[in-house]
Nanobody, 128 residues
């Protein structure tokens, strides 16, 4: 099956920046076309449910779901590299969470059960 692997998380001071990456593999080998799958970032903070942050289609059209994502979080993808990115700027402690990458056929949706493939997550910890 296809696999998604996140990277770029870690400990960062308030006001700092991070760029998360999610690299896909095995789509073509498994009989799937990577370019027609949407790629989304979810996050799960301590004591909270997993929530959708942002999603991008193969044509680079972005849908944002979480509050306050517009100014500080930027989603992009590079189909040639089989990678989706989440640039995070001016970080505050309220974005501390495990961030997950997910893929779904054709259409962006915010429901966790609608995803076809999941990565294992990467921790973002904003703390002084």
């Amino acid at each position: 099956q296809p696999q998604l692997v996140e990277s770029g998380g870690g400990l960062v001071r308030p006001g700092g920046s991070l760029r998360l990456s999610c690299t896909a593999s095995g789509f073509t080998a498994s009989g799937f076309t990577f370019e027609v799958y949407t790629l989304a970032w979810f996050r799960q903070a301590p004591g909270k449910e997993r929530e959708a942050v942002s999603c991008i289609r193969g044509e680079d059209i972005v849908t944002n779901y979480a509050d306050s994502v517009e100014d500080r979080l930027t989603l992009s993808r590079d189909n040639a590299k089989r990678t989706v990115y989440l640039k995070m700027n001016s970080l505050k402690t309220d974005v501390t969470a495990v961030y997950y990458c997910a893929a779904r056929f054709l259409v962006c949706l915010k429901h966790v059960h609608a995803m076809n493939f999941w990565g294992g997550g990467t921790l973002v910890n904003v703390s002084s």
